[in-house]
């Protein structure tokens, strides 16, 4: 027959627990063993967390924070220790905590009851690595290393209960015990953990974390001491935290001058470092005058010249300081201190041809557009292009077209010399890379051009200028990634697809088709536009795209007195008259009194007679190219 358990036996009884705590403070071992052995139920009494004014402990918590080894040997000998030791309870460590998720082992260590501990840990198989409510994630180690409880860290690295490596934190960052007391400062525990093999220059995980390494938590929090001790132990000094920025920068940004100083007599920094990091947040200049000041006086203590950017007008001709009284009187004007800031950015970045260079000098003119200080803007600009071109960037010209297109907005007029200059950049080899955008903005700023003949007063000679430029942009004869050429991007809608970059400041003057444009090319470009150029999609020209998308027939009759080719067909064998569903367009082409030229009427008998011109010596290819044009049996897949 099995036992019955009565229910009455299954609850705790309030005295019995009681008097088991209060046999527990008093550390009466021999009453306490013999009271559990008068118990039916001892392991109920010994998994109960119970509430002691604002502490929650176990009676294995009780014995653990007071020290008595010989209770816990007792109380394992009543219930399995692993039923008592990750049990969880609220304990103060100190006057202003109360931690709760706390374990034994982790009561007897902040105790500093390291026998007993011990016996937790070998006896009981307590856990070191478990966390709580205060160090959430963090291994006990760590949680010492935190707490600066050199004890403790003493206590697991010496008995083999924790590795000063192996031993990372719970969470994304992976933290180590070394990082943790580095970011706290705390000199003494990194000493011990060095000594101990702890990895220098471990990192963190987690790409969210301002550091990353030992010494970039120690330069953020400005302790040279430690600083020093991590330098002395051969922490790599070329670390930089995940945003980029070196340990000199950091150190500027928080205004720690101790130990930019350091780093300066270390020569982990130079003179040309603090320089820049003084300089890199261009808009907050004032905040790091200090920083500049100890610049000044490095270089003057150390006797290191400057070697100065020439004055140019994109700085408005302005010199770098060389004193320290220079710089005090520009130090309250807030334009002339960005254009020293420029200055100082490009004498130590182009050097090193780093491009961060020049994002500064856009933004800055977006600041003087702002202002309509347009012509500022635009000498900073060709500026930044030229250092592009330096560094061997590839540049573009889309901010220009937004420029002038602001300037046309505001009704200003627009220098003749300044926007020739721009136009002229087009031409440039920094402009190879992306050649549907280069043939866009260069279309742009004829759209442009059109805009300042028809609104502005100039002078012939001004004219002449801008007409030779055209011819010279037509002369090249650009051609985009599938074939269009200058000619398909203006008479087709689907350019202003393209007109993308800001586009709320520019379309209103950008549009397309664009018959101004067309004519304009048409007109300075004829002897070199090459009108029957078909893009290699379709295979149509120009004048197809003009008779398939539009029921006004200016362009088709721009492009048909300019001399376009009628009977030029596609890959559909379709000429463009056949592509037209406008009837107006139709009736256009019936109107044209253009002859059929002979070259034409050969080209089709050729082509319908079906003559082999491949491998006749006398059909040059582009005689070749010429009767294709003429094939009205071509199709796209025959070709």
């Not at 261009?282 to 200090?290: N, V």
């Not at 795209?545 to 596609?570: M, S, T, Y």
């Amino acid at each position: 027959m099995e036992d019955v358990i009565s229910i009455a036996s299954l609850y705790i009884d309030e005295y019995a627990s009681d008097e088991l705590y209060e046999l527990v403070r008093n550390n009466l071992a021999d009453q306490l063993d013999a009271r559990l052995h008068s118990l039916s139920n001892p392991i109920q009494y010994l998994t109960t967390v119970r509430c002691c004014g604002e502490e929650e402990l176990t009676l294995l918590m009780v014995a653990v924070l007071n020290g008595y080894n010989e209770i816990v040997q007792i109380l394992f000998q009543h219930c399995p220790p692993e039923l008592q030791v990750e049990l969880h309870g609220s304990i103060r460590i100190s006057k202003s905590d109360v931690v709760t998720r706390m374990t034994a082992v982790q009561c007897a260590c902040y105790r500093s009851h390291f026998v007993v501990a011990k016996t937790l840990i070998d006896i009981g198989g307590a856990d070191v690595n478990h966390d709580n409510d205060k160090w959430p994630n963090y291994p006990l180690l760590i949680q010492a290393s935190g707490e600066n409880r050199i004890d403790i860290v003493r206590f697991l690295v010496e008995n083999g209960y924790a590795d000063v490596n192996k031993t990372q934190s719970n969470d994304r960052d992976r933290c180590t015990a070394i990082i943790l007391s580095a970011y706290k400062g705390y000199i003494t525990i990194i000493e011990y953990l060095i000594e101990k093999g702890a990895d220098i220059n471990y990192s963190c995980k987690n790409s969210n974390l301002d550091g990353t390494v030992p010494i970039t938590f120690a330069v953020l929090l400005g302790d040279v001491n430690v600083i020093r001790l991590l330098c002395d132990s051969g922490a790599d000094t070329k670390a930089t935290l995940n945003n980029g920025k070196t340990l000199v920068m950091v150190a500027v940004d928080h205004q720690h001058f101790d130990v930019v100083d350091f780093l300066l007599q270390r020569s982990i920094a130079t003179i040309d470092d603090l320089e820049l990091a003084a300089n890199l947040s261009i808009y907050h200049l004032q905040k790091a005058s200090k920083i500049i000041t100890i610049a000044f006086e490095y270089r003057a203590s150390n006797n290191i010249p400057k070697i100065c950017v020439e004055p140019n007008i994109a700085y408005e001709f302005y010199r770098e300081c060389q004193t320290l009284e220079e710089f005090e009187i520009i130090k309250n004007d807030p334009d002339r201190m960005w254009i020293e800031a420029a200055l100082v950015r490009e004498r130590i970045l182009l050097p090193r041809n780093d491009y961060s260079l020049i994002r500064p000098l856009l933004d800055r003119g977006d600041v003087l557009a702002s202002r309509d200080e347009f012509g500022k803007c635009f000498h900073l600009w060709v500026h930044a292009f030229r250092l592009y071109q330096t560094m061997q960037i590839t540049t573009n010209m889309h901010r220009f077209v937004w420029l002038f297109c602001k300037m046309l907005t505001k009704n200003q007029s627009i220098p003749i010399d300044q926007f020739l200059t721009v136009c002229y950049l087009v031409f440039e080899p920094s402009q190879t890379r992306y050649m549907n955008n280069d043939i866009q903005n260069a279309l742009f700023l004829v759209i442009i051009t059109t805009k300042i003949l028809e609104r502005q007063v100039t002078e012939n000679e001004e004219r002449s200028l801008i007409f030779r430029w055209i011819s010279k942009l037509c002369q090249r004869n650009l051609v985009a990634k599938n074939g269009e050429t200058l000619l398909h991007f203006c008479v087709d809608i689907c350019t202003n697809q393209y007109l993308n970059w800001r586009p709320n400041d520019i379309r209103s003057h950008l549009q397309f088709p664009n018959v101004p444009a067309l004519q304009l090319l048409l007109a300075c470009g004829s002897h070199w536009l090459d009108l029957d150029a078909a893009e290699r999609i379709f295979g149509g020209t120009a004048l197809h795209l003009a008779c398939q998308q539009f029921e006004e027939p200016v362009i088709v009759k721009c492009l048909i007195h300019a001399g376009a080719h009628l009977d030029c067909v596609n890959d559909e064998g379709q000429t463009p008259i056949e592509c037209a569903d406008d009837i107006a367009i139709r009736a256009l082409f019936n109107t044209q009194n253009v002859p059929r030229r002979l070259k034409c009427i050969c080209a089709r008998l050729i082509v319908d007679e079906r003559l082999n011109i491949v491998e006749d010596d006398l059909f040059t290819p582009y005689l070749q190219k010429f009767i294709l044009m003429h094939d009205h049996q071509r199709t796209k897949s025959k070709c």
